[in-house]
């Protein structure tokens, strides 16, 4: 009878174990499958920094006293005294006009006035003997009024016949030459305060740029006459208005050159570290994938370590190999880098150290 049972259970015995070993290695086969479907990744973490992109812009190197020089009234120039790129002092004379008109014009003045104060005198003379009215004697009070006025204009006007220098500096243009016929305000010299250090770059801001700046902005100021060093300087003035042609905001960086030689009409380029910063988050660069525009994506490991979860960010700026973002990471602690670009939302993902 034992025998029997033995006859019995043993093929039953060996088909278990049969399928049992079968069921291991479809198991462990599956499981090879699946580790050779699964895409390779990598984890950066997402990181937060206060950080303010810096706002880039150009402009021309210049002074802030550049002054136009120009004659009060028009003529003949009879001399300049100056060239340009030639140093020059307050006060200096540059320049004179031909005065024969402008003396006449003068010495036409101050004759009226004499007539007319010989005439007033006269007539206050007359006045005593009640041989003139008190109305002729108002009227020629009147015309030696105006004729004073008119001596003093005429005066005036001789004595800004010439061009003085305004401040010390250098003589950057010259729009005229000697005996040239040119208007009342026409400038004839441009001159510079070079020789006081006292450079600045004007620039042009777009809004977007004008609200994240401030005055006292600490800036980069780099030149082509220069193209290893830099320049410190700051924001110094900051228009309120746009320009009416280009729609910029109007602003002047005041240099600090330094022993370097700079000249008016360098062009500069100009790097503005706004003081005001923000918090963002920022990740690589190669953990976004499908971006257009300030949108894109990145990859996101689940809590099972192998499925993979899609979400959409915005993007506020790129800035060396790291992308900041403006939204989307709440919570988020890591973020897949490499590998992202071979990843769909059903893909199965294994985690190399």
């Known amino acids: 009878m034992k025998q029997l049972s033995m006859r019995l259970f043993a093929p039953l015995f060996f088909g278990v174990l049969l399928w049992s070993c079968g069921a291991k290695e479809k198991k462990e086969e599956s ?67 031909d005065l024969t008109e402008i003396d006449a014009q003068v010495a036409q003045a101050k004759n009226n006035l004499d007539k007319t104060k010989r005439d007033l005198e006269r007539g206050q003379r007359l006045l005593k003997d009640s041989a003139a009215t008190l109305e002729q004697i108002q009227n020629l009070q009147t015309a030696f009024n105006v004729a004073d006025e008119g001596y003093r204009i005429a005066s005036f006007n001789k004595q800004y016949a010439t061009i003085r220098a305004n401040a010390s500096g250098k003589v950057i243009r010259k729009f005229a030459n000697e005996g040239e016929l040119v208007g009342g305000g026409t400038p004839v010299l441009a001159i510079n305060a070079a020789s006081q250090n006292e450079w600045i770059v004007k620039i042009g801001l777009p809004d977007v740029d004008w609200v994240r700046v ?84 990145v990859f996101v490991v689940n809590p099972d370590k192998k499925s993979v979860r899609k979400l959409p960010v915005m993007v506020a700026f790129l800035e060396n190999k790291m992308a900041y973002i403006a939204d989307g990471l709440k919570d988020v602690t890591e973020v897949i880098s490499a590998g992202s670009a071979f990843l769909t939302e059903n893909s199965t993902v294994k985690i190399d150290q």
Do not use: C, M, W
Request: glycine fraction near 8%; proline fraction near 4%.
């Open 31 to 97: 499981q090879t499958t699946l580790d050779e479907s699964a895409v390779a990744i990598k984890l950066a973490p997402v990181e937060t920094s206060e950080y303010s992109l810096p706002v880039v812009s150009s402009g021309l190197i210049t002074t802030e006293t550049e002054s136009k020089l120009s004659f009060k009234v028009g003529g003949v120039i009879s001399k300049i005294y100056v060239k340009e790129g030639e140093s020059v002092s307050k006060g200096q004379l540059l320049a004179a006009l």
């Open 214 to 297: 401030k005055k006292g902005d600490k800036a980069k100021i780099t030149t082509d006459a220069y193209p290893n060093e830099s320049f410190d300087g700051d924001l110094n003035v900051i228009n309120e208005g746009a320009d009416a042609y280009s729609g910029l905001y109007q602003a002047e960086v005041r240099v600090k050159p330094g022993n370097k030689k700079l000249a008016s009409g360098l062009f500069a380029k100009v790097e503005i570290a706004p003081s005001v910063k923000k918090s963002f988050q920022h990740v690589p660069i190669e953990a976004l994938v499908e971006g257009q525009g300030k949108k894109a994506y």
